[in-house]
């Protein structure tokens, strides 16, 4: 019984906590799942587009609290995006922009969201860094990163279904 206590502390601090993940759904039907009886807890993480790099993949995503308690993530600095404009990075994807910032500086972002099923038209617009999240290896060997965006920038770009 150690064993397998052992076993699973070892795959709960290692690995993400939830069990299910729905795509594309809206927020009405994520509502629905939610009050399930079957489920304790749950997060919430809308896959809002990528940042136009030609030498690095950048998600930017929206995850709430629970969410990211759920994907253990943590901040390096700083705090989670409130208000439309406000952002968290990592210092490799500010290198992959080629920009540098610290937090309360403003970057300006190149960025695609999804619409009806593609990547739309490539933007601009000017964040203000509110936290930074750590490059882990895995980021740095395969040039790939995330970014966190407020729920309020979400609503502006994506609508709610």
């Known amino acids: 019984m150690d064993l397998i206590n052992s076993q699973k502390a070892a795959v709960n601090e290692l690995y993400p906590t939830w069990h299910a993940l729905f795509r594309n759904v809206s927020e009405d039907t994520a509502a629905k ?3 399930h009886h079957s489920v304790e807890r749950y997060g919430l993480r809308s896959d809002l587009g990528y940042m136009a790099s030609d030498d690095a993949k950048i998600d930017m995503l929206y995850m709430d609290e629970e969410a990211i308690d759920m994907y253990k993530l943590e901040l390096s600095e700083g705090r989670l ?49 509110c936290g930074f999240l750590p490059d882990t290896e895995m980021n740095k060997e395969q040039n790939a990163y ?9 609503k502006k770009e994506i609508p709610s279904n």
């Open 146 to 154: 995330s970014a966190l965006v407020s729920k309020a920038f979400l």
């Open 81 to 129: 995006p409130d208000a439309e404009n406000e952002i968290v990075v990592s210092k490799g994807i500010l290198e992959a922009l080629s920009l540098s910032g610290e937090i309360g500086d403003t970057v300006t972002i190149p960025y695609q969201v999804y619409r009806n099923g593609s990547l739309d038209f490539i933007q601009k617009k000017d964040f203000v860094i």
């Open 33 to 35: 799942l939610a009050s």
